[in-house]
């Protein structure tokens, strides 16, 4: 490729019917536009209503620029028309700690009027696809610039005149934008493949939610309203407390000092331990971001979990979420957390680490910071199917569901490593390095 100046802007990779095109330039965002930057409404939100017009603000929008409200909600106002969002419209969050976060209009999500903590830019269709601008806003360089250019005293933000002053790295103009359309067609299509496999990731946490609802008891029953054929004329499930199934088993508090280690014998298990496992779609926690020796436990006379223990917070904010994972070696649990261990002769870990899902320690926890003490635990009632072999079935069944839940989740986040690592290439920094 031959370079139409000293410094060329080149991406590392270019699709090959653009491999001997000139140099790309930088462009001042505001140029391409066809109007300057506009801010939303001044309003707040309200519950949403069909009469009320849908609003979209800053929390609507997740880190992968998708509209993902909790719960959708509406604004009390009369818009005009140009107060709503049209297809190809992008909004970016103007300050806090999600300034730099946009989303771009597609229609999917309907008639939306945008808050005034955003601001709009809607791209001239004849210099620039809005679906590549898209694009480019996931790279390194516009966050590298986001970063520099919200790093104010005070709040962080980028106002409307800084995102029309934002440098973007654009192709040589002419032949209809075509390598514009070309990379903004290939990342379209990439991300309809993300979103795909997204909705499958959804669809087997909701049969897995409703396999849930049908192989245990409802709350004052007795028998599950799904039973497998060899259980169908067995006894209704028994009622009993915690501590007639498992032993509830306590963690520790270690000096600073012991921590911090990336070797030993024992796992060291936090509750952030517990909530990075699972946000991997895992079950199972197998390492950890401390690791203590047994010289240190015999200093305290502690004792480490055994393999097979259910761990999860006991205390703060943390038991809301009802995270739990399954250890799988004897590990050290920390003392904002607890687990419950399986009596063998009576019961399956695998079968009371789903029962005790399904398990609300808020509704067990006292104290003006939550926290849920060992005798509560202990008296946690529970109920489960006597027979160990009923309790094997309904735990295969649903560990074969997280199993491909599990690889659903590791396909998607490879799909999404690659589409950020294409990004990276087909996008040529800002410095031309």
């Known amino acids: 490729m031959t370079a139409d100046k000293p410094s060329p802007v080149v991406p590392k990779l270019r699709f090959s019917e653009f491999r001997d095109a000139s140099a790309w330039e930088q462009t001042a965002l505001g140029t391409l536009l066809d109007r300057p930057p506009e801010y939303g409404a001044n309003a707040a939100a309200v519950p949403f209503s069909e009469d009320l017009p849908a609003y979209i603000r800053i929390t609507d929008i997740d880190d992968d620029g998708r509209f993902v409200p909790a719960p959708r909600v509406s604004v009390d106002i009369k818009p005009g028309d140009d107060q709503f969002l049209q297809p190809g419209d992008i909004v970016f969050a103007r300050t806090g700690a999600s300034v730099g976060k946009s989303y771009r209009h597609r229609g999917a999500g309907g008639r939306l009027v945008y808050a005034g903590f955003l601001i709009r830019v809607r791209p001239n269709p004849d210099r620039l696809s809005s679906q590549f601008l898209a694009a480019y806003l996931s790279t390194w360089a516009y966050w590298d610039w986001v970063r520099l250019t919200s790093a104010r005293s005070g709040q962080p933000g980028i106002n409307g005149t800084e995102y029309a002053s934002m440098p973007l790295p654009l192709p040589p103009a002419g032949r209809d934008l075509a390598e514009q359309q070309k990379i903004a067609s290939f990342f379209g299509s990439l991300e309809d493949l993300i979103a795909d496999k997204g909705r499958k990731l959804e669809a087997l946490r909701q049969h897995k939610q409703g396999l849930m609802q049908q192989l245990f008891p409802q709350p004052d029953e007795t028998a599950p309203r799904l ?102 070696k004897p590990a050290v649990i920390d003392n904002n957390t607890a687990g419950i261990k399986a009596m063998k002769a009576k019961n399956s870990d695998e079968f009371l680490f789903y029962l005790w899902s399904k398990v609300s320690l808020i509704d067990h926890a006292g104290g003006v910071v939550p926290a849920v003490s060992k005798l509560a635990l202990e008296n946690v009632p529970l109920c489960y199917p006597i027979d160990p072999a009923e309790q094997q079935c309904i735990a295969d069944c649903l560990s074969s569901v997280d199993d491909l839940i599990s690889a659903q989740a590791r396909n998607l986040v490879a799909l999404q490593t690659h589409r950020r690592g294409l990004l990276q290439q087909l996008f040529p920094s800002l410095d031309g390095q």
Do not use: M
């Open 227 to 328: 039973r497998f054929p060899e259980f169908q004329d067995a006894p209704d499930w028994k009622t009993a407390r915690c501590r007639d199934i498992a032993k509830v088993l306590t963690g520790y508090g270690f000096p600073n000092k012991f921590q911090g280690n990336k070797k030993g014998q024992y796992p060291f298990y936090k509750v952030s331990d517990i909530s990075q496992t699972i946000e991997k779609e895992k079950r199972h926690i197998s390492e950890a971001n401390n690791y203590i020796d047994s010289d240190v436990l015999d200093k305290i006379r502690g004792k480490p979990v055994p393999a097979g223990t259910i761990i999860f917070a006991k205390i703060g904010e943390a038991i809301r979420s009802n995270r739990r994972a399954v250890t799988t």
